[in-house]
């Protein structure tokens, strides 16, 4: 039997969206158990199957105005994010899924469960959902703001393993982000890291992806600096939502636009699905010693259904210990 | 009377593009003439109405496949790309508008017109679509690689005077793209930046921009290092052109959305002229002596027109001159 941990208090929506997801994905998979770490008092009303579910009582939510992500780790740890992480580090639960802040979850992801020794930095990993319906990875977009060419190395190595094992990909290709396709393109730590990727091992490197490709991207992984990452991430979604916005008022603006609604709602409808990450889950942690999955902030229980979903195929996938051996065994060769 | 060189031989579409384009600029403006540098052979047989027009004839067109723009610049004298270039730096014409490939044009501009002293570096300036209809300006968006905060302060002052004089904004106010809203966030160089742009005076600075608010931008410019307004700029390109393919894809899937599609045919085209970059011109060049605006490569006649607008307010606007009148005299205040 899988266990998932589940912060149940965490995320804009809390338990409203937490107590359906859990139930959503406990019909999906016959062999999970859930612990919700939350309100029970909150929890209990809206928990109407209650088959494979159990709660961990707990009032306190991750301080969502502290800024300092460390002393926010170090001052809630009877908070329901902490105390799922607690439990995951102790072997309670296999994986942890919360829609708590971002940058709280990586650091008490690295705090609590601590990383891998083979992974000198922990990853932010977003499924982009792409033109050709073939969903891509795109890391780091947020937990570092600065790296050398090594790390990308790693993430590349764990990118590989998790599209081939969780997204099934059979012989996945990895791209970096560039301002340019050529080789000689970008900065120094753009060059370096160009040719590092291009000689390493145990991954297809096929060059730079430019950002205007990431939604018809060539390459399956795209690698990136967590700061650029998190610059090409949030562009793509800032106009994704706000070409949705504009096209809905520009319908809206007419009678002719309201009755063509009528006919074409569907085909509207598959487009908004195509755009859409609810289907796809959250973004994975990578680098940590268990699988851990952020949800988005504002997911309904749908979404967080498809984010626990994500992770128990993390789990099956033995997801870890197929990143640890796909790294070279250094010390290993040491004692030989 | 204002004098615009044109390169005619540059763009996806040459002088299919160009010579309609500089018509439609000519019968936009009363005071201006255009010299078209091109192919006459190609030119004339497209020049319907030639009043205010003289053409200076070269075959030679930069070369597209030259990966190395100062070599390519400097192989490519005869190019109506250069000639234009020289034109201006002999005061044969105020100022040029090209659709040639950015990075030479960054680089002609930079080795024949020549940088203000005022300027320790150039930038690629294009006008966002905004969704409030006001234009916005981001900059630099690739002519470099790397920046220093004082840069930063120098685009920052620039475009401030080119919002007010050319787009006509009263107060202009600056933001600076980082992947947060707060001080701390970023790199060294964000956090440096911040500070320095903070207390820079002749500017209003408002904080950090994300990039999910370009398209819904609370300030009035947006600097960043070049390359992570590369970055921005693509992702959001890339995002915008794809989410169109998408849904005139789905709109095409079934005869209920193409019944819908002759309802909301106006809204639709209303939807995509708000999108579209044909309206407004082109990136502008800012830092060398002379107004330089950059096409798009694909524009069409329509768009090239709007370029050449563009340049011609920026000329009249008198630009260059209050730019250097905005920046502090350090040789003037020495010899008091």
Redesign the interface.
Known sequence: MIKIGVDANGGDKGVEATVPGAMRAISMFKDIEIVLFGDENKIKPLLTKSERISIVHTTETMDMGE?DPIRAVRNNKNSSLCMAMYAAKNGEVDAVVTSGPTQCVVMAAHLIIRRLKEMERVALCPILPN?DGQPRLLLDV?AN??LKPEHLGQFAVFATVAAKEVLGIKDPTVGM?N?GS?P?K??EFDKESYYYLKDLPNIKFCGNV???????CPTNIVVSDG??G??????????????A???KQ??K??L??K??????????K??AK??DTKEVGGAMIFGIGKPVVKAHGNSDGYAFGSAIKQVVQMVKADLINKVVMAFPKEEENKNE
């Open positions: 800024k033109f947020g703001v600065e982000l301002i050529e000689g970008g900065r430019e950002p205007d490709e990431l939604c018809n700061y650029s998190n610059i090409a991430m949030k562009s793509l979604e800032g106009t994704a939502k706000n070409m916005r504009m096209l520009e319908i603006a007419s002719g636009g009755i063509g609604y009528l006919f074409m709602k569907k085909n509207l598959r487009f195509r755009m």
